[in-house]
């Protein structure tokens, strides 16, 4: 589920628009079942990028295409890397968000 923080933002009507004309563009199919050739409808619209308290009014971050992929149920939970594409930038003195918006030093971080 969203975080507190997140909320505001999975509510907003221009995350609305751009969820909607992605889950289009991939004719509401799951990317990753598309790559082996296999047509079955998308459930989750997924952030590759960790979404951070730091980030999420960022519209270059939380409204990228580049940064979005939609996948099924399965393929979302078995991948379910959430930052991993793409790694979070330090916020100062090798802190960052985790996944819960707590500031934490880089080394603690897994992966
Ligand atoms: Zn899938
Ligand atoms: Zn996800």
Sequence with gaps: MAKEWARPFYRSKA????RIA????VYGLCETCAEKGIDKPGKILHHTILLTPFNINDPDVTLNWNYLRYECKECHDKNE?????V?????RDGLMFDDSGQLVEINNVNG
Excluded at 15 to 18: A, D, G, K, N
Excluded at 22 to 25: F, G, P, Q, R
């Design 22 to 25: 992605y889950i289009a563009s």
């Design 81 to 85: 890397g959430h930052g991993v594409a």
């Design 87 to 91: 790694r979070v930038e330090a916020t």
């Design 15 to 18: 995350w609305q628009q751009c």
